[in-house]
């Protein structure tokens, strides 16, 4: 349902929510190093999304990324839109080129609640609400974080 592109941009983003702040900006390549994805995509993921204001960047010794105020009341869905746009999210199931409610695929009916939920879920809560979770809860942005949350 996701592309790549998404998924790391959803990772890169929550880890600058939970990580930054205009005080505290981050390297593309901590970033990257840190939640494991290339160094290289991941700079062209943020091109985007500061382009599409879901973050902020400033440029010098002192530069990098982070979310401002405003940057975190944007959803994942924001995020996803940047990158692929939300036509990613309602294609079909099983990638047929046309499939709704009155030509639906053998799963359409059993899929739509789920990706309509989904969407829902996306669209309701903010970068920073998630953010919130991740540490309240201890979820992990990547594999690397296991060791640390199971150290807790």
Known sequence: MLSHASKYAILSTLFLAAHSSADKKISVKQIAESIDVPSPFLAKLFQQLVRGKV?????????????????????????????????KLNQCFLGLHECDSSNPCPVHFI??????????????????????????????????????????
């Open 111 to 152: 899929v739509e609640p789920f990706k309509k939920s989904i969407l829902g879920k996306f669209r309701d809560k903010t970068i920073m609400e998630f953010s919130e979770e991740i540490k309240s809860n201890g979820r992990v942005l990547t594999l690397k974080d296991i060791g640390t949350s199971l150290k807790k």
């Open 55 to 87: 973050i902020s960047s400033t440029k010098g010794p002192n530069g990098g990324f982070y979310l401002t105020k405003e940057n975190g009341q944007k959803t994942v869905c924001d995020i996803i839109e940047n990158i692929d746009g939300l036509n």
